[in-house]
Structures are given as C-alpha cells and as structure tokens.
C-alpha cells in the first residue's frame, strides 16, 4: 500500500503553494472550466490538443521527480496508485486503471474535477469533454514507464458529461 | 480589525487536505483543484501564440474575460460560504474590508502576494503583486516582452470590484475593467492592476 506523507508533499513556500516542491495553483471549477470552454470555442480541435498537451507536459514534469523522490515504489501497479491518490488528492477525482500493461490500456474514472464542474456550469455535451485527464493520463503514464512526452495517446471512449455513467479512458502506444 | 491573511491561509491549506469519496474539493463554496502552475501558463501563453497574430489583443481579452467571469462567481461563492462567515467575516468591519479579504484568500490559493495598494469606494482599486506566477512563468520561458501578461489577475482585479460596486449577482460582471500598466514580464519591478468603471 502506497503511503504518501499529504501534509508535507503540499506545503507553502511564502506566498507559494507547493506540491512536492514545485509551484502549484488552487482554481476552482469555474476558471478551469472558463478555460476549456474559452479554448475549445475559439480554437476548436486546435484548443482541445492545446489542453491535452499542456496537461500532459504538466503532469509528465510535476510526476516525474514525484517518482524519484519514492524510490522504493518499484512496481507499475504501486505507481500508478500513488499518482491515482495524488489524483485524488489535488481534487481531480477518482481513476481507476485497468490491467496497465506496457503502458496500454484502460482507465475507468466515475467522478472528477471537470465533470462536476462542466455539468455544474453547462450541464450535457455531445462530446467528450475531459481532455484534462486525458492529458494528464498520458503524462503519467510515460513518467512511470520512463518514456518521452507524445509515446502514449489517451482517447476518451465515454464520458460522464454527455451522461454516460462513468468516464472511460483508452490509453494506446502512438 | 485587520484582515488576517495568515488564519486565511492556514484555512485554506487545511480544508484543501480534506478530501471526500469522489476526490473532490469543496471549499470556500467552490469545487478546487491543486495543480502545476506551468499549465495554466502553457494553456493561456499558447493560447496567444496558436491564435492568429492579428487576434493577439483578442485572445487576451478571452483570457481576462474568462478570468473575470471566474473571479465573480468564485468570490461570490466564496463570500457566501461558512468558511468565509467562520473565519473571514468576523474580521470585516466595513464593505471595502471584502477586498481584503478576497486578496488574503487569492494569496491562499498560490495566485501571487497580492497587497492591496489603493482602493477608492466604487471608484478604483489598485493591487500589487511582486510574484505573480503568470509574469514569473512567461519569464521562465520566454524574453521580457512589451504588453502584460497576467491575464488571470487582471480580470481578478476587476472582478473584486465587481462584487463591491457592480449591480447585485449576477448582474455585475463587467461594472468594472482592469489594466496592468506594470508587469515583471515587461521589466517592471513588480507586476500592477489598476481596476476602474468599465468605458463601456
């Protein structure tokens, strides 16, 4: 069992927020889903890849030292639950990986940051609409497979903001 | 009685450690999030660049709008928590003492060290931030540049004044608009809001 020490890894550095010691922001649903509404409206697919790719360079930077730091977790299996309650911890919701292997295969998420936020500001879609986790899913699973940035694409396959029942995320080699 | 920013900060830092069965954090009247800095400087300063050159000036005020619009109904919500009546309205005692409030809860959520520097009742307000994580991280990645780029605190600044002065929520946004006539990211020492009535 993967045991975090929460109180330490968030911290304040003066006026900073810290994360593992690196700069962290606190946002709310309502500027984060500003965001992605603001991007995708003006960008169209263009905004979409724009937020798939910054969190996946985000989560791929913050997640990498994050696994150097625990050393003694050696397994996929334990890396991927350590970042599922980091996940967790930063308020992002709940991720469920299923039989990972090499890097591939399937993430069910039943709550998150973004969905609440989106059906809270804008109700249904017709779309999938967590590129959010879908870029963060990337990043971290190339940071625990020791991989570069862009070897995994993530593709959402159901979504929770277009009222399916839970998120469901495929993760495959590029 | 002044605002106490560091009771403010020590709520914040507390209740973000608190986390329910569906990884969420509902605090301050608001669902919040933790993550990397380097993201939202990556999703608004790419956001310039991939839009057309022509439409540089359009994208910020997207960006500042979408700040704004999140500024107002974030400190609404967080203005009518029980942790704001808990901790933060026991140290108000006149209307303007909100913004300091506001600023003290900003600080909280890693946004920068906001100090409130001038404020005029319905009038002006003006914040200064030394490190303010936008300039910083424009800085980390790119040359000092000609026009501000703290978009997030831009339309937080004006979005403050929205709250206090604007009509009743929802109804206010947009009372008031704010510049930022100095940015670390131009060079200037710190960075600078200036919010006043909007001209339109």
């Not at chain 1, 900073?16 to 003006?42: M, R, W």
């Not at chain 1, 334990?78 to 890097?103: D, R, V, W």
Request: hydrophobic share 40%.
């Amino acid at each position: 069992m993967v045991k975090m020490n929460w109180k330490r890894e968030l911290d304040r550095n003066n006026h900073q927020v810290v994360l593992s010691g690196q700069p962290v922001a606190i946002h709310c649903h309502h500027y984060n889903i500003n965001l992605q509404k603001t991007l995708e409206d003006t960008l169209g697919e263009a905004g979409i890849q724009l937020m798939y790719k910054s969190t996946e360079e985000a989560a791929y930077h913050s997640l990498k030292p994050l696994l150097a730091q625990y050393e003694k977790l050696k397994t996929v299996k334990s890396k991927l639950e350590m970042f599922a309650i980091l996940y967790q911890n930063c308020g992002l919701g709940i991720i469920h990986p299923q039989n990972i292997e090499n890097g591939t295969g399937l993430v069910i998420s039943p709550s998150s940051h973004h969905v609440t936020g989106w059906l809270a500001k804008h109700g249904r879609r017709n779309t999938p609409g967590c590129h959010f986790t879908c870029g963060w899913l990337a990043g971290a699973i190339e940071a625990i497979f020791g991989k570069p940035l862009g070897t995994y694409s993530v593709t959402e396959i159901k979504c929770k903001m277009m009222r399916d029942a839970e998120c469901l995320f495929k993760i495959e080699e590029c | 009685m002044a605002i106490d920013g560091e009771k403010i900060i020590h709520a914040v830092m507390e209740g973000s450690r608190i986390r329910e069965s569906k990884g969420i954090i509902p605090l301050f009247g608001v669902y919040l999030s933790i993550f990397s800095t380097r993201y939202y400087n990556q999703l608004s300063f790419n956001f310039q660049k991939q839009i057309h050159p022509s439409r540089e000036v359009e994208a910020e005020r997207l960006l500042i709008k979408a700040a704004q619009e999140c500024g107002y109904a974030t400190f609404q919500g967080v203005r009518n928590s029980w942790e704001w009546d808990e901790i933060v309205k026991p140290m108000i005692e006149s209307k303007e003492d909100q913004i300091m409030g506001f600023a003290a809860v900003a600080v909280a959520f890693g946004w920068g060290d906001l100090v409130v520097k001038q404020l005029i009742p319905d009038e002006k307000l003006v914040i200064r931030v030394n490190d303010s994580y936008e300039a910083k991280g424009f800085l980390d990645l790119h040359e000092v540049t000609k026009t501000g780029k703290c978009f997030m605190l831009r339309g937080v600044t004006a979005a403050f004044m929205d709250l206090l002065y604007g009509d009743g929520y929802p109804e206010g946004c947009f009372t008031f608009s704010a510049a930022e006539p100095l940015c670390r990211a131009k060079g200037d020492p710190y960075c600078e809001f200036i919010a006043r009535k909007s001209s339109y």
